[in-house]
């Protein structure tokens, strides 16, 4: 059973950054595609990125393109969410995802779209 861990969440002022990581455990993520959603207080949640099974290809919403990168790591198990110019708007848990129906070099960050699920990590941009 793949589990999914996400770290490094924490409190940043606007303007910083943060790395987050998704962890997994139980399966190798290798023939997953994986992505990040967020999810503020009161708000549904929505993707911020995803990466393929191939690494090759990634996609953004535009309210976070230029900001956030993902990558992963199938030796370590692992994804990363790099986050720069947070603003507050940016504040809310983060959650990593799994799709193991996946294309090899293909991504789409709907939640419909993964069947595993983190527990989240909590992101405050505030001064």
């Known amino acids: 059973q793949l589990q999914l861990v996400e770290s490094g969440g924490t409190l940043v002022q606007p303007g910083g950054s943060l790395r987050l990581t998704c962890t997994a455990s139980?399966?190798?993520?290798?023939?997953?595609?994986v992505a990040w959603f967020r999810q503020a207080p009161g708000k549904g949640r929505e993707g911020v990125a995803c990466?393929?099974?191939?690494?090759?290809?990634?996609d953004y919403p535009d309210s976070v393109r230029g900001r956030f990168t993902i990558s992963r790591d199938n030796a370590k198990n692992a994804v990363y969410l790099q986050m720069t110019g947070l603003k507050p708007e940016d504040t809310g848990t983060y959650y990593c995802?799994?799709?193991?129906?996946?294309?090899?070099?293909?991504?789409?960050?709907?939640?419909?779209?993964?069947?595993?699920w983190g527990q989240g990590t909590q992101v405050t941009v505030s001064s």
């Open positions: 139980g399966v190798s993520l290798d023939n997953h595609s």
């Open positions: 990466v393929s099974i191939s690494g090759g290809a990634t």
């Open positions: 995802a799994a799709d193991t129906y996946a294309d090899y070099d293909f991504c789409i960050y709907a939640t419909g779209a993964y069947d595993h």
